[in-house]
C-alpha cells in the first residue's frame, strides 16, 4: 500500500478539471438520489442504500437506471425486476432494503457499499474503496485485510486533510483521474 506522500504526489497529478469534477461528484450523485425518492415517494435514505447495494462492479448510469427499475416495480406492486446489477445477491439485498423486509440500518452491506451509502446520503467524511481505489492505492484486493482496508482509508482521509479537502471529494478525484487513464 502506498504512503500519504506517495498519495499527495498522485493528487498533485491531477489536472484541475477532474479535481473540480471530484468535488461535485457526490452531490450530483444525491441529486440522483433525491430525485428518484421525490419520483417514488420513497425516503433518500432508504434510496442510498438500494443505490449503494448495486453499485458493485456498476457504472453510476446502470446504478441509477437498475435504481429506477425496482422503484417502479414497488411502485406498480409488482415482482422484484432482474436489473443491470453483476450481482443477484445484491438484487436481492436491495429489494428487501426498498420493500422494507427490515430495517435499512439492519441490513450488512460490505465496507465499500457501505460507505458508498453514507457518501450518498450525504457523509463526506466515509471513503468508499473500490477495486479502482485499490488501483490507485496500489494494493491487491483479494489480500486485503479488514485491518489494511482501514488503514487505507485512513490514509486517504488523513491525505485528504494535508491537501485541503474533504475526504469524500478527494477520493472522488482520484477515482475519477484513475479509471479515466485506464479507458
Not at 12 to 37: F, K
Amino acid at each position: 500500500m502506498i504512503s500519504s506522500k506517495q498519495l499527495a504526489i498522485k493528487y498533485g497529478e491531477i489536472p484541475s478539471d477532474i479535481r473540480t469534477e471530484g468535488r461535485h461528484w457526490y452531490e450530483n450523485a444525491r441529486v440522483d438520489v433525491r430525485d428518484l425518492a421525490r419520483d417514488y415517494g420513497v425516503d433518500a435514505y432508504k434510496v442510498a442504500a438500494v443505490m449503494a447495494a448495486l453499485s458493485p462492479q456498476t457504472r453510476w448510469w446502470v446504478n441509477v437506471r437498475s435504481t429506477r427499475e425496482m422503484l417502479e416495480a414497488m411502485y406498480l406492486n409488482r415482482e422484484m425486476p432482474r436489473t443491470g446489477s453483476l450481482y443477484y445477491a445484491n438484487v436481492i439485498k436491495a429489494w428487501d432494503i426498498l420493500i422494507g423486509n427490515r430495517p435499512v440500518e439492519s441490513f450488512r452491506l460490505g465496507t465499500k457499499t457501505h460507505e458508498f451509502w453514507q457518501n450518498l446520503a450525504g457523509n463526506e467524511y466515509a471513503v468508499t474503496i473500490d477495486t479502482w481505489m485499490l488501483r490507485v492505492l496500489e494494493c491487491d484486493a483479494k489480500s486485503l485485510s479488514p485491518k489494511q482496508y482501514l488503514r487505507a482509508k485512513d490514509c486517504i482521509a488523513r491525505t485528504a486533510g494535508f491537501m485541503a479537502e474533504v475526504p469524500a471529494q478527494f477520493q472522488a478525484m482520484l477515482w475519477i483521474h484513475t479509471r479515466g487513464k485506464a479507458e
